[in-house]
RNA sequence: GGCCCCUUCGUCUAGUGGCCCAGGAUAUCUGGUUCUCAUCCAGAAGAUCGCGGGUUCGAAUCCCGCAGGGGUCACCA
């Protein structure tokens, strides 16, 4: 049996957002788990919308979320080069001898002749098919006009890995254009040769190709070579529902993920359970277990929302899981500035009261900033709330008070505080609604904070009674 | 308009003739975990399985029709 060899073959005109790179995840897990290779390809035969750095860009995202390519650009050169741009040759070879065998001609009409076509068949209602208009006698090609395959319509029944079963007419098949007038070839004469020529065994692309398949599968047909297996991938849904996720309605730059503290590991699990499951109940898939359980026919056929709400709950998921030590190293760049003045010790202490309550790392200053420094007093957080507003400020200020001798006599260690905190509420005669929540908000002027306890043996004690006696005189 | 694809809780999904008057996860709500937020635990609510026929003792599952949504009909990919 040959190897398995997937690719991903995106065209550098701008990011990669989770649709593009759910597509690249699914070809990639294909070729991973027969131990086959994945080739990255850049389609850059469209020069006027080609972005510059987008390439880059590209090679970027999919090194950060560990997509890593063994043929292509940085990689293994078996087939190079992987710009198509840089493989006119090829191209000009293969649509040579279509010519040479009467299956191509050039394409005689202006852009205008062409547009009043099209508007002939949209009048009437019909789909416009160029070769309803193929010319009798065309001229030989020169290499200004564009390239026409010549098509033979005929029907096709064909398998799609996830699709099923799938049949077309002949209506569908059409002379299209193979190599533009500008000499680049089009997308879709160029990937079938590339394909070929890279020894592609499953070409796995997104569903807004397979209404073309049947021209794609006459193409081979006409060009003598074996088709790889397809496999049409459904849509990523935008926010609506109803319409394939785009940059317009705000689908993010993958590598914004990075920046915003996301684990590769979370996005790869969100976008590998958006539209395929393992037929069990497992929500949770490491790298490896992905590799080892995908497969393109548990693929689901319709489209699938992407939802923000899961992402989080799958990136909180993985935060949770890993170790301090690793979390405390992907997290330095995400720290309130404050927080230089302090020590490695210190920021793991905090780090591990938040560790539960972080969904992504970006929320760390949000969450750690009083921790770093003291907040202005904010009254609203006893005034607005619904225990502490019913007291009184000489009440308030006794009870903190009371509060403040305990905790000087205190060493701070967690079992000490524990202990006083308790001993307080008898002698106040209080609720933990109450005191605690007084001492909390004292000590952090936030209006949400790890447990008590835990916060004030991170604080220290300097730090705690400090605040302490800031609230004491606000009152 | 032609052709093609799709249609199960808000969302992601399980389900391939009886175990399903539909299961899980997430989101929401409620209660518990000495205070807040989060985690965790328990629970609630949430889908006449797009609609209509048919086959069958029995259908989300098979057949037919319809509707809705999407894609495509580029010298873009």
Known sequence: MKPTRTRFAPSPTGFLHVGGVRTALFAWLVARQSGGQFILRIEDTDQAREVQGSAEHIQKSLKWLGLDWDEGPEAGDEHSPYFQSQRLDTYKDWAQKLVDSGRAYADPYSPEELQEFREHAKAAKKPFLFREHRPENPPAWDGSQPLRLKSEPKNYDWHDEVMGDLHAGSETIDDFILVKSDGFPTYNFAHIVDDYAMQITHVIRSQEFLASVPKYLNLYETLEIERPLLATVPFVMGPDGKKKLSKRDGAKDILDYAKEGYLPEALLNFMATLGWNDGTEQEIFSRDELIAKFSLDRVQKSGAEFDEQRLLWTNGHFIRQL???????????????????????????????????????????????????????????WQDHKQLKKLSSEELRSLLGQSKVSLEQSDFSLEDLTKRLNDLLEAANQKPAVLFSLIRIATTQAPASPGLADTLAVLGKETSLRRIDTMLAAF
């Not at 490695?344 to 938040?354: G, M, P, T, W």
């Open 323 to 381: 170790p301090r030590d690793d979390l405390f190293e992907k997290v330095v760049s995400f720290w309130p500035p404050e927080a230089v003045d302090f020590d490695d010790e210190y920021k793991k202490r905090v780090l591990a009261l938040v560790q539960e309550r972080l969904k992504y790392f970006a929320e760390l200053p949000e969450l750690t900033s009083f921790f770093f420094k003291d907040l202005p007093v904010n009254a609203e957080l």
